[in-house]
């Protein structure tokens, strides 16, 4: 388990579910000590061990079947994730791992996506109140550009436009396949139901979907209950903008994956 916090959540499941033994990875001192004693608490240290240090500095006992990590931020590349899976699957998973009996099955989630919507939110016009009511991101903007918004992922402060569409999207079953820049076009209908809502456009929210295996998925998008996961909202201007339904609504995004951290480039042209 990479990074398997204060709580070892995943670690615990995994050995409740059978797992004879897991490393439980927590780069953070405090968080590694609180582990070792929920997992105490737990009656489970005889088959989790925690190792304290970075995933991509650590070294295991033995080579391991199967890799579980909750490392996903509110969007896809948030958390650095890609390059430590990459490390992760490399040095510390078996060459002949088998799980559930499907080859190369070695990690949960399978894969990581950004989704993406054009939105309004409906406290763009009030500066203050959208400063209260959204936190606002740690990413660095353009000059000329708004610092994105992060809002709670159970909120009703965003009317969705259109459906989503992917904009990232991570193979953790296979990971270095993400290439060093993404440029991609991105189209959107706006029905003519969102004709009123489409007169104040805002941006797009982004916000992260886990692919856990064939059958299962978790998305921000629609949760019942509160999570750290968040919206990321791109604001496009400092006020709303009025946005013609039903139309076509064209985004070409640029994303450079060897900036530290990852930029994002968004640009639309509104039809009205």
């Known amino acids: 388990d990479i990074g398997t916090g204060s709580f070892a959540l995943l670690a615990i499941m995994a050995a409740k579910a059978g797992a004879k033994k897991v490393y ?140 989503p569409q992917v904009l990232e999207d991570f193979d953790f079953l296979s990971p270095g396949s993400t290439p060093a820049r993404v440029d991609r076009t991105v189209t959107f209908d706006i029905p003519a139901k969102s004709a009123n809502d489409a007169k104040d456009f805002s941006g797009f929210a982004m916000w992260t979907r886990l692919v856990i295996d064939d059958e299962h998925d978790v998305e921000v998008k629609g949760q019942k209950a509160t999570s750290h996961w968040a919206y990321v909202v791109a604001l496009m201007a400092d006020e709303p903008q009025p946005l013609s339904a039903p139309s076509s609504l064209m985004l070409t995004a640029s994303i450079d994956y060897e900036a530290r951290p990852v930029r994002y480039s968004l640009e639309t042209e509104i039809p009205v």
Request: aromatic share 2%.
């Open 24 to 163: 439980a990875i927590e780069k953070n001192v405090p968080a590694a000590k609180a582990a070792v004693e929920e997992i105490k608490r737990q009656k489970l240290e005889d088959k989790i061990e925690v190792i304290e240090g970075d995933s991509m500095e650590v070294e295991l006992p033995e080579k391991v079947d199967l890799i579980v990590s909750e490392l996903i931020g509110s969007i896809a590349t948030q958390e650095g994730v890609e390059p430590i899976i990459k490390d992760a699957t490399k040095r510390f998973v078996k060459a002949d791992s088998i799980v559930a009996g499907k080859p190369g099955s070695v990690m949960i989630p399978a894969r990581t996506q950004t989704r993406i919507a054009p939105v309004r939110y409906i406290n763009h016009r009030v500066k203050a109140g959208a400063a209260l009511r959204g936190v606002k991101s740690r990413g660095k903007p353009e000059p000329g550009t708004l610092r994105p918004l992060r809002l709670r992922g159970k909120n009703n402060g965003l009317i969705f436009l259109a459906d």
